[in-house]
């Protein structure tokens, strides 16, 4: 008889240690008082592991904030990479109730220590079910591309981050705003779009698309293979930031935060 070895985490752990984690993280999210990064309570703590932790305080952030609509990718692009001194990508949730509409102000206080980065938004069409999933058949399943701003969040004291401290606290999430103006891929190729970053009239950062991956629609395939291995598609109607193009700025109370998209136009962001 085969039996696939189960990772050894996840028969392992005591599900009340998951259950503390998770508290932890909800915690310091409601109280906006940053702790310390879940490894260091927690050395054992492998990506496996991280996943399920990821999972039961998303089950529970459910509650507040409304159904899941999609994925973060995060760590695309080498600078990423470099600034954090982790190669490999990972992914969080996004529910309905984190999204930024059009012209909304985003209160400061109810975020830890928010910063914000340009993103290239994909909204899925049609089911993605990997493994084997490449450029070709993520672009075929996507319906529409959009100019896109992460305001990310971390839970932890001054960001610090390790990939499974990181993937267990939801990579980062906090909020998300995906531009209202569209395109289907036959009109736009991501790799292309180019973005300006100001905040508050001051250039903060510039990029290109194909600094994700090389191209925003590998972000999309990577992730549909990434939740193949938890045997899980990546569902129509799905939105999928493909990850930060340059690095994300800090954003405090009063400041105003511009990303100029190629063939887009701007998306605006006013913190209070
Ligand atoms: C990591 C945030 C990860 C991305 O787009 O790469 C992420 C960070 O900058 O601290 O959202
Ligand atoms: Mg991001």
């Not at 991280?50 to 695309?76: E, H, I, N």
């Not at 938004?121 to 993520?138: K, N, W, Y």
């Not at 995906?178 to 903060?204: F, H, Q």
């Not at 950062?205 to 990546?234: C, F, H, I, K």
Request: glycine share 12%.
């Amino acid at each position: 008889m085969n039996v696939d070895p189960a990772p050894v985490s996840s028969v392992l752990v005591d599900p009340r240690a998951i259950a503390r984690w998770v508290g932890l993280l909800e915690e310091a999210e409601r109280s906006r008082a940053p702790i310390a990064r879940l490894t260091e309570e927690a050395p054992a703590l492998d990506l496996g592991l991280a996943y399920l932790v990821q999972t039961a305080w998303v089950a529970r952030r459910a509650r507040r904030a409304g159904r899941p609509v999609g994925f973060k990718m995060g760590l695309t692009t080498e600078a990423k990479q470099r600034q954090m001194g982790l190669r490999t990508p990972i992914y969080g949730i996004l529910f309905e109730g984190d999204r930024v509409g059009e012209g909304a102000v985003v209160a400061r206080d109810d975020l830890v220590q928010p910063k914000v980065e340009p993103e290239i938004a994909f909204v899925i069409a049609r089911e993605l079910r990997g493994p084997g999933i490449g450029l070709a058949e993520a672009t075929a399943a996507t319906g529409a591309i959009h100019p896109a701003l992460e305001i990310i969040d971390s839970r932890y004291l001054g960001f610090a981050a390790d990939l499974p401290s990181m993937i267990a606290d939801n990579c980062f999430a906090g909020r998300f705003f995906v531009g209202r103006d569209g395109r289907g891929p036959s009109a736009v190729a991501p790799s292309t779009i180019e973005v300006e970053l100001e905040k508050n009239g001051e250039p903060a950062g510039r990029g290109t698309g194909a600094a994700v991956l090389g191209d925003p629609a590998a972000s999309v395939a990577l992730l549909a293979n990434l939740l193949a291995a938890v045997g899980e598609p990546l569902p129509a109607g799905s939105v999928v930031l493909t990850g930060g193009i340059v690095p994300a700025v800090p954003a405090s109370a009063g400041d105003r935060i511009v990303a100029r998209f190629t063939g887009f136009g701007e998306l605006a962001l006013r913190f209070v």
